[in-house]
């Protein structure tokens, strides 16, 4: 490697920067975070595996080939989401009243990085926040025995390697080393004396807090058929998402840790989902790009998170088994946009998207309040100068009023046995993305 290209090297290195220590608030299904690329963004993520921005690794570690030189990525990811919750009649604590947002503004980063060694093959790194959850309820609401302040942060990073095999073909792999932290608040169970703790006074939770490690793949391919049209299929793998930390429980008049209960040292590991992207790039004219992505996401694995005690058996609360039955089906996304190339400068493009969510009726809670939503989107490109381009992206999402039902009648596998709570939830979110794409060999070409 040249002096020049170890120098470009170094500094697209560092333009990854430092991962923000954000509370990620999930805004694809379940709680996956979708908002990996300002560019994708713009478009609902319309053809994002397919390429046209070095931040499709994400999706499809093959797209580096579509890259030559040294290029780096970065995008900012501002979610602001609203959730308010409504008790209706018949649940047991409705007189506490509802809760006005449970949703926080959260930051979500991502960065990305490749180096073409030779001219067939690629190596990448990226850093994202991929799966995250950031709720906050008020103490005194009906849903209290169901939720209380939860997040779920996670960070992965994803060394990298894609080949070209000839001008049609190119594959792609990596392997995600990933961290998570959770902290989970639920109202507390039932106790051995048939009286629901939840009733105990207010503030009292049930909390799971604690960190750990997971590992998965991600593997991906490009095809180029034509020279107007490329297609890209991306997987990134399950990851089995280790969980080590402590169960606390309050002490109170009401409430005695040894009454059946296992306060201390507890694991659990969360059963990630793995996904699949296929999208699909057309050229129509020197100025239009069609664009498409069907995207299936395996949440139907996760099932039930048992937490266990340092010494093996099941963690308990009031003599039962400490659970979170999560219970979800499989994923749905689907896209479609296009781009225009206004000036030689600056492109525009836009999109649509429906998303089928994995979340039930059966199975919903306050903490995801999670259903089916159509994406609107709009971004931009601009290129400053030789080697530098700023992304810009928004999307609205329209969100189908989600209900909840946590009844002995209901079937959902939250109901703690005693207390109903049923509601209906109004949910939209807005998000604004920002980034910048940097071509480090032709900076310096152009500054020597």
Not at 20 to 30: D, E, R, Y
Not at 76 to 103: D, E, K, R
Not at 146 to 168: F, H
Not at 374 to 394: M, P
């Amino acid at each position: 490697m040249s002096v020049r290209g170890l120098r470009a090297l170094l500094l697209a290195c560092s333009s990854l920067g430092v991962m923000i220590a954000a509370s990620p608030a999930a805004n694809a299904g379940g709680f996956a975070i979708r908002e990996q690329s300002t560019y994708g963004q713009g478009s609902s993520f319309a053809g994002i595996a397919a390429g046209g921005n070095l931040s499709g690794m994400f999706w499809n570690p093959a797209v580096m080939t579509q890259f030559a030189g040294i290029q780096s990525a970065s995008t900012y990811t501002g979610i602001f989401g609203y959730a308010s919750h409504t008790p209706s009649p018949g649940s047991t604590f409705g007189v506490l009243g509802g809760a006005p947002n449970s949703g926080e503004a959260s930051l979500v980063p991502g960065s990305y990085f490749s180096y073409q060694l030779n001219p067939n093959l690629w190596l990448g790194l990226s850093f994202n926040a991929p799966f995250g959850l950031s709720v906050t309820f008020p103490d005194a609401w009906a849903g209290r025995n169901y939720t209380g302040d939860t997040t779920l942060s996670t960070y992965n990073a994803v060394p990298t390697v894609a080949y070209r095999i000839n001008d049609w073909l190119s594959v792609g792999g990596g392997v995600q080393i990933g961290y998570g932290h959770a902290d989970l608040a639920l109202g507390l169970p039932v106790n051995g004396f048939g009286n629901t703790l939840g009733a105990a006074p207010l503030g009292n939770r049930l909390d799971i807090e604690g960190n750990g490690w997971g590992y998965g793949f991600t593997a991906g391919v490009t095809l180029t058929p034509t020279p107007a049209t490329t297609v890209g299929v991306g997987w990134r793998s399950a990851i089995n998402q280790k969980i080590s930390g402590t169960l606390t429980l309050p002490i109170s008049p009401f409430f005695s840790p040894q009454f059946g209960s296992t306060p201390g040292p507890a694991n659990t590991t969360i059963d990630l989902p793995d996904i699949v992207t296929g999208s699909i790039r057309h050229r129509l004219d020197s100025q239009w790009t069609l664009l498409g992505t069907v995207e299936w996401s395996n949440w139907s694995r996760i099932g039930t998170s048992t937490i266990f005690q340092s010494s093996g058996p099941p963690a308990t609360v009031a003599g039962r088994p400490v659970a979170l039955p999560f219970q979800y089906r499989d994923g749905w996304f689907f896209s479609a946009g296009a781009e225009y190339m206004w000036t030689d400068r600056t492109q525009l493009r836009a999109g649509v998207a429906y998303e089928i969510t994995p979340v039930t009726d059966q199975v919903r809670t306050p903490v995801v309040p999670d259903n089916d939503r159509v994406w609107l989107s709009v971004g931009a490109s601009y290129n400053i100068w030789r080697g530098l381009t700023a992304n810009l992206g928004y999307s609205h999402l329209f969100v189908k009023d989600p209900s909840v039902n946590i009844s002995a009648a209901s079937g959902n596998p939250w109901f703690n046995g005693v207390v109903t709570y049923i509601g209906s939830t109004s949910a939209h979110v807005d998000i604004i993305s920002v980034g910048l794409d940097w071509r480090w060999d032709e900076v310096f070409a152009k500054s020597k």
